[in-house]
């Protein structure tokens, strides 16, 4: 049973552009919602986090967006560069658990 | 800065082995971590354990077991390595109460031929 589910599983964006990431999840009771990133040959590192009661938060060139109702958000990363080539997992968590739930990660290469 | 450290970054077992896999923490969390990571599978919890001597299944334990008998030491077992425990293993650790904000260690690359 996968409780995040993350599309696409990878994106090839140009320079400049935005790249979008979603994610879907089914269980209500999480009410944390990580981004992480992982560059190659390196560990995950939390990039971004939302709350439910939060509709979007950014933080430099990115962002995430939260539908509560629809139980899904996204992270978009505007501007992309080169440097932001990485794969990136979603993930969801409750208090009670502690644990993240991840998805199954997006590949994304920003070309030149 | 948190650091997350791991014996090594390759490994090549045969068939059969016993295989140990270290993972040490500098930043007194309680929460350790273990995950294999593969190809459109993305992260998935083997063992994890937040407190000394304290440990719990995750979602794939099978022919794993491990080890914790220090705070900051974490041991990842494979009693009878197997070729489809090839993988790329990933060690993380956290705060009691912010089990959500890992902090992983680069992990280890482990081939079972």
């Known amino acids: 049973q996968q409780q995040v589910k993350q599309s696409p599983q990878s994106l090839i964006v140009q320079k400049g552009g935005i790249s979008i990431i979603n994610c879907a999840y089914e269980n209500t009771a999480f009410d944390y919602f990580p981004w992480y990133q992982q560059f190659p040959g390196k560990g995950p590192a939390l990039l971004i986090a939302i709350r439910p009661d939060v509709s979007e938060k950014k933080e430099g060139r990115f962002t995430i967006s939260f539908n509560k109702s629809a139980k899904q958000f996204s992270l978009h990363i505007m501007d992309s560069q080169p440097g932001d080539s990485a794969t990136y997992f979603c993930?969801?968590?409750?208090?009670?658990?502690?644990?993240?739930?991840f998805g199954r990660g997006t590949s994304l290469i920003v070309h030149p | 800065d948190v650091k997350v450290t791991q014996s090594s970054r390759y490994l090549v077992k045969r068939t059969g082995e016993k295989v140990f896999l270290e993972c040490v923490q500098d930043m007194d969390h309680e929460n350790m971590f273990w995950y294999r990571q593969d190809p459109g599978l993305g992260l998935r919890l083997i063992y994890f354990s937040y407190d000394v001597k304290m440990k719990e299944k995750g979602d794939i334990p099978e022919g794993y077991s491990v080890s914790r008998e220090k705070k900051e030491r974490f041991s990842l077992i494979l009693e009878s390595a197997s070729t489809n425990q090839t993988s790329m293993y990933l060690c993380?650790?956290?705060?009691?109460?912010?089990?959500?904000?890992?902090?992983f260690g680069p992990g280890t690359r482990l081939t079972v031929t």
């Open positions: 993930a969801g968590a409750s208090g009670g658990s502690y644990i993240p739930t």
């Open positions: 993380a650790s956290s705060f009691g109460d912010r089990g959500y904000e890992q902090y």
